[in-house]
């Protein structure tokens, strides 16, 4: 079965509850195809990390800055949040991930910010922090599309919103 999910026109979190816990939901960039078949835990090959992320004014109430260093130039990549550590890899298509994040599905549902990196390398964007979120801590991590068989994944920025 094939899911997509289009981008929704609201280009801030949005605060709400998913099963009893409260969450932060963010649209992606651009629509994402998911196959069902391929969540299931695929084996990637040699997970890395090879970009840098990180994350400043993580502040309710202001935008906080997102940014992905030491990616292919023109290339997508997409950070994920979650509110706990675990491990969710797989491949859908174009993407290989291997996050150690605790991220339920759909993964797109956890998309913080996504799009090209610059021809330095470089993607940066913001994204509103509700003023609801302080004192949550949250945990960030990139990934990079286009490097399957292997996974290109960044750090785990974790933060307490202040």
Known sequence: MMRYFSPIA??????????????????PADPVVLDDSSLINDPIVDPQ???????????????????????????????????????????????????????????TAAVVVMGPFNGSGIFVDTRF????????TLNFQAAVRNTCPDACMSNIHTEVVG
């Open 10 to 27: 609201i280009s801030i979190f949005a605060i709400g509850l998913a099963g009893g816990a409260p969450c932060l939901a963010g649209p």
């Open 129 to 136: 922090i509700p003023a609801a979120a302080t004192g949550w």
């Open 49 to 107: 990390i090879c970009v840098q992320l990180s994350v400043t004014n993580l502040v309710g109430g202001s935008f906080a800055t997102f940014q992905v260093a030491g990616g292919p130039p023109g290339e997508l990549t997409a950070v994920l949040y979650s509110f706990s550590l675990g491990s969710f890899a797989g491949t859908t298509g174009l993407w290989c991930y291997d996050f150690g994040l605790n991220i339920p599905p759909p993964p």
